[in-house]
């Protein structure tokens, strides 16, 4: 059963960058999508950006320019760039392998204005 555990999450100031991390209990080349999602107080949790096993990438809206998904084979991890956070970014930030209904327990993101 493949698990999922976030990490680096926590507090940083409007304009700051953080990376998250995502750790696979399995190769992380054997799982074909890897996708970020957050969950905003008040709002629908919203899909950010997918990795798939080949290197393609894509992003959503809000995410694009700004946010950079990576994957790095040695370590089992994926890894989530965020740059020019402002305060709309703060939430809980869920590492997922969606194509096996599979999450994170998510770690949250406080963008201080």
């Known amino acids: 059963q493949v698990q999922l555990v976030e990490s680096g999450g926590g507090v940083v100031q409007s304009g700051g960058s953080l990376r998250l991390s995502c750790e696979t209990s399995?190769?992380?080349?054997?799982?074909?999508?890897i996708a970020w999602y957050r969950q905003i107080p008040g709002k629908q949790r919203e899909w950010l950006t997918s990795s798939h096993k080949t290197g393609f990438t894509n992003y959503a809206d809000s995410a694009k320019g700004r946010f950079t998904i990576s994957r790095d084979t040695a370590k089992n991890a994926a890894y989530l760039q965020m740059t020019r956070l402002i305060p709309e970014d703060t939430g809980v930030y869920y590492c997922?392998?969606?194509?096996?209904?599979?999450w994170g327990q998510g770690t949250q993101v406080t963008v201080s204005s």
């Open positions: 997922a392998a969606p194509y096996i209904d599979t």
């Open positions: 399995v190769s992380i080349s054997s799982v074909d999508v």
